[in-house]
């Protein structure tokens, strides 16, 4: 089935979960990343039962903190 993942269209096996596709696509640090699916944020708890959609829209969200000069 077709996704778009951070913009770029992508080929991936039906009834892949975020977990999985986390993997597949060797997230940096995969326990901080954020996922949204459509523009809706995955709960990390959920990674592993949420099911992936054809044409489905997946952003890698990493929130860094900052410091003060």
């Known amino acids: 089935m077709k996704i778009t993942v951070a ?3 992508k080929e991936v ?3 892949i ?3 999985a596709l986390i993997e597949q696509e060797n997230v ?3 326990q ?3 996922v949204s699916i459509n523009e ?3 709960e990390s708890g959920a990674f592993a039962d949420t099911v992936i959609k ?3 829209e997946i952003e890698f969200l990493y ?7």
């Open 7 to 9: 913009g770029e269209k």
């Open 32 to 34: 901080y990343v954020t």
């Open 54 to 56: 054809e044409g489905d």
């Open 13 to 15: 096996a039906d009834g």
């Open 40 to 42: 809706e944020f995955v």
């Open 63 to 69: 929130f860094m903190g900052g410091g003060a000069f």
């Open 28 to 30: 940096e640090t995969p």
């Open 17 to 19: 979960t975020v977990a």
